[in-house]
């Protein structure tokens, strides 16, 4: 299990359930929810691949870009990058019944220089972790790079299965 604080204080615990096949082996997984320990939701059913896919875009901006790096986002202006997002776990349950989205923020600020020099812009990012269970409150969460990848890896690690491609 994974956990991350929430920034009302509460702990958001994730915990890989595998899919298994007619023998019993692991396939695939599904995200159980808890929030301070109570049920919160289940979403992304086969979600294996897309958190592996989010490790890996994460691990790339970090050897590209070094340790505070995040995946690059959009070429559009305004946008937030979603790189990850999971729904309820069956596709005819409810929108309420729960959602993890993790999206990447960029904020950009104009540091002027200094005795007439030039100025120039610095770029921080974030990855914001939010998720809604079956009632309908929501968390968030903001991680740096190190605890998104940290995070990933955990939930694949714990889980022990492989992903299908694609």
């Known amino acids: 299990m994974a956990s991350v604080r929430?920034?009302?204080g509460t702990t958001?615990?994730?915990?890989?359930?595998?899919?298994?096949?007619?023998?019993?082996?692991?396939?695939?997984?599904?995200?159980d929810l808890?929030?301070?320990?109570a049920p919160f939701a289940e979403v992304g059913q086969r979600c294996g691949h897309l958190l592996a896919g989010a490790a890996d875009a994460v691990r790339t901006a970090r050897d590209l870009g070094g340790p505070d790096a995040l995946p690059a986002p959009p070429a559009?202006?305004?946008?937030?990058?979603?790189?990850l997002a999971l729904r309820?776990?069956?596709p005819d349950d409810l929108p309420s019944t729960g959602e993890l989205r993790v999206w990447l923020r960029e904020e950009r600020t104009w540091l002027p220089g200094t005795s007439g020099?030039?100025?120039?812009?610095?770029?921080?990012?974030?990855?914001?972790?939010?998720?809604?269970?079956?009632s309908g409150a929501?968390?968030?969460?903001?991680?740096?790079?190190?605890?998104?990848?940290?995070?990933?890896?955990?939930?694949?690690a714990e889980w022990g299965g492989t992903p299908p491609a694609g």
């Open 12 to 31: 958001l615990d994730l915990a890989p359930v595998p899919c298994l096949d007619r023998q019993g082996a692991s396939y695939e997984m599904t995200l």
């Open 34 to 37: 808890r929030r301070d320990g």
């Open 138 to 156: 929501g968390v968030r969460a903001e991680l740096s790079s190190a605890g998104l990848l940290q995070l990933l890896e955990a939930l694949l």
């Open 117 to 134: 020099g030039r100025g120039q812009w610095t770029a921080q990012s974030a990855a914001v972790l939010d998720a809604w269970g079956s």
């Open 6 to 8: 929430c920034l009302d």
């Open 76 to 83: 559009v202006t305004g946008r937030d990058l979603v790189l």
């Open 88 to 90: 309820s776990r069956d």
